[in-house]
């Protein structure tokens, strides 16, 4: 059954988002009430696939509002199959179809390898995307709306009652359900409880300044004009640094990130426990790029103010997905934390979401610790698979100039295992492009 034929948009479940796991069973398939923690993209595709099969569901935020939050990212076609098979429309989104990954050397602009997506609907199912992540969440909440998902903003979650089960809000007030998915992030406050032990992501070393440049401005100079018209993922990769930057909006407007080790830079320092930071003007990144070809120089002077610095974490295996309650699941970052060098972690979150909604399909109350295992099982080897990934390429872009980045370049022309570019390799690319989360 297509979610066209299960839900039409529009129409509401029974009211109730908290109600009791006692509730009567209807004759067919009894629809479960789940608690969502989180309005990110995972929380709000778990919300949409949970409502589309006809359950009860409400979503929690801490945030007041929702609006232009995040920067540039790239929807794969392993996430824009399921979401285009969902009816999740993007045909009105602003949007920049992808040519593909560029390389580049970071100080004269030299190309290193072309890694082209060829005609990704064709050969994988999907288009490859790159979006500003606002128009992206602006589509997915109104989706859930639509759909009749509730969804309330200003609902901090500090506690959980794991048996109930419950999130209990800042106001101790508590929002039942039969299922809780916490969906919280990176820095997820529920992780521990899954594990049964602390389990902190870990920074990574590095930080990224995520900087949005008008195209306009690109496109009126002859030497960056074709970063916007030829829309590539270039990604300039030097000692300790690498630099990514595509086109969002149909070229409006040009995304760009400064990935670098914090240890080199001469900048203004993350508190600790601080994950990012607005960063008041650009002198750092400035003086950090100095020595770069003339176009990344270029860009972090277009780069201005109050952009944000992301200190990176990651882990690379999270164990437990589901709670030994049998009562709630981890999604998205907060059950994977990744580098963003795989520009993959909202797609993963796009899987998770295809995945539980299929393991809950005609579960009910006495059977959702099977169905959450099976989530689990599912999903975590293919996760964890990328979360060494985002890993392996930090070490390949960071390599300073020498035999080993010699070897690096050479190995990155060749459509082979050995190749260190995750996509400069055709099986896996399949692997992870051509993936049907629904298929299991
Ligand atoms: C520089 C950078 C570039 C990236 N590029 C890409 C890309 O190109 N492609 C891609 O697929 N991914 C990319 N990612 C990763 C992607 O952004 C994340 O994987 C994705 O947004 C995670 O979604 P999420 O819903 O799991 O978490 P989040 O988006 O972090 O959402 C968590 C939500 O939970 C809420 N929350 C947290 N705690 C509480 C609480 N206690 N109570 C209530 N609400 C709470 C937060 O307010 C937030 O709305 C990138 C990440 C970075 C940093």
Redesign the pocket.
């Known amino acids: 059954m297509t979610a066209q034929e299960s839900l039409p948009a529009g129409s509401t479940p029974s009211k109730s988002t908290s109600s009791s796991s006692t509730a009567a069973p209807s004759s067919t398939t009894p629809p479960l009430h789940v608690v969502v ?7 709000l595709l778990a919300a949409i696939g949970l409502r589309f099969d006809g359950h009860a569901v409400v979503v ?4 007041t509002a929702f609006g232009e939050v ?7 076609p392993n ?1 824009f199959k399921l979401l285009h098979r969902w009816g999740i429309d993007l045909t009105y989104m602003k949007k920049t179809y992808s040519n593909g990954n560029r390389f580049l050397r970071f100080d004269d602009g030299a190309v290193i390898a072309d890694m082209p997506h060829g005609i990704p609907e064709w050969d994988f199912g999907g288009s490859y995307l790159m979006v500003h ?1 606002a128009d992206y969440h602006a589509v997915l909440l109104d989706k859930a709306r639509a759909s009749g998902v509730e969804i309330r903003g200003n ?4 506690g959980y009652d794991w048996d109930a089960p419950a999130a209990i809000l800042s106001d101790g007030s508590r929002v039942t359900g039969d299922l809780l998915v916490v ?4 820095q997820s ?1 529920a992780r521990e409880a899954f594990q049964g032990h602390s389990l902190p992501p870990v920074d990574t070393g590095d930080i ?1 300044y ?1 900087v949005l440049v008008p195209g306009q401005d690109m496109l009126a100079d002859p030497d960056m004009r074709d970063l916007v018209s030829q829309p590539w993922v270039s990604s300039w990769c030097g000692p300790d640094a690498h630099v990514i930057g595509y086109p969002v909006r149909g070229g409006e407007i040009y995304n760009v ?1 400064f990935c670098v080790s914090e240890s080199t830079m001469n900048d203004q320092k993350l508190a600790e426990g601080e994950t990012k930071l607005v960063i008041a003007d650009n002198a750092e990144l400035v003086d950090r790029f100095s020595k770069w070809e003339p176009r990344v120089r270029k860009l972090a002077a277009l780069a201005g103010k109050g952009f944000l610095k ?1 200190r ?1 974490y990651d882990l690379e295996m999270v164990d437990h997905w589901a709670h030994p309650s049998g009562k709630a699941v981890l ?4 059950s994977h934390p990744m580098l ?1 060098y795989m ?7 796009c899987e998770d979401a295809a995945v539980l909604r299929k393991a809950l399909q005609g579960a009910t109350p006495a059977t959702l610790r099977e169905a959450i295992k099976t989530y689990e099982r599912v999903r975590q080897p293919r996760a964890s698979a990328l979360q060494r990934w985002g890993r392996q390429l930090q070490a390949a872009y960071h390599l300073p100039d020498g035999p080993q980045q010699e070897e690096r370049d050479a190995a990155m022309k060749e459509d082979k295992e050995g190749n260190p570019i995750y996509w400069g390799f055709d099986d896996r690319r399949k692997w992870l492009f051509g993936h049907d989360a629904e298929a299991f």
């Open positions: 923690v989180g309005a990110g993209i995972g929380g929690l935020d801490q945030a995040g920067a540039g990212m790239r929807i794969p996430s992540r609902s901090r979650v500090d969906a919280d992030g990176v406050k990224s995520r990130v992301w990176l999604l998205g970052d907060a963003p520009a993959s972690g909202a797609a993963m979150a």
